[in-house]
């Protein structure tokens, strides 16, 4: 029964997703360059306004997923790492939580509450949901390794690491670098200094982090 929910999930979040990107105007020219995953989602007539729909559909079906995911991860956590689940768990379902909201805050430009931008609620509820997802990630990795898993053995949680430190020392240099001159486009950033960029690598890489902390070997032996 579970089974075929998550593939059910899985279908509508690949069809809905697809089925955004697909009707995504071409004269707005989407890319990953300069266009951040909300773009999808945001009505906005030089983001999405034909295919925002689908992209609510298919993201909703992915933190769904994922939720799912999250709490297949509690339960093989509760032997190796005692309470401490309890804490990481709770924490990454708030994080979960901010993003199923963000799914249904479009980002737009448009009034939205209080006669603040749709768009302003929008950031700042995806913005509270990144360091309780950290907060998390790196609850689950430290009882990891105090349970006794070796170093090595908890890869995933270095490279998601690695991925968040470089991420954000380009974006700070690229902060940098526009205070420097005024004549560099502050948004979307270029290259590697684009915010867009690292959004979707550390969005992907989420998803397949937690696929691995659902389903992949855990990292439980003891240290010697």
Not at 92 to 116: K, N, Q, S, Y
Request: glycine share 8%.
């Amino acid at each position: 029964m579970k089974r075929n929910l998550s593939a059910l999930l899985s279908a509508i979040a690949v069809a809905g997703l697809v089925a955004a990107w697909w009707r995504y105007p071409a004269e707005n020219q989407f890319s990953i360059m300069r266009c951040t995953i909300s773009f999808l989602g945001s009505p906005d007539a030089d983001r999405n306004p034909t295919g925002w729909r689908f992209y609510q559909a298919g993201m909703t079906a992915l933190v769904l997923l994922m939720f799912s995911l999250a709490a297949d991860r509690h339960r093989r956590l509760r032997a190796p790492i005692g309470k401490s689940v309890v804490w990481s768990t709770g924490t990454i379902f708030i994080a979960f939580t901010l993003l199923l909201m963000v799914v249904w805050i479009p980002d737009t430009r448009e009034v939205g509450w209080f006669g603040i931008r749709t768009g302003h609620w929008h950031n700042r509820a995806a913005l509270l949901a990144i360091p309780f997802m950290m907060c998390g990630i790196m609850l689950d990795g430290v009882a990891l390794w105090w349970s006794g898993a070796r170093w090595h053995a908890l890869w995933p949680f270095h490279l998601y690491g690695l991925i968040a430190l470089v991420g954000t020392v380009e974006l700070m240099t690229w902060e940098s670098m526009c205070r420097r001159d005024a004549t560099l486009p502050h948004w979307p950033g270029v290259g590697l200094h684009s915010t867009p960029l690292w959004e979707w690598i550390n969005f992907s890489y989420l998803i397949g982090f937690m696929i691995w902390m659902a389903h992949g070997r855990m990292p439980v032996a003891t240290k010697a």
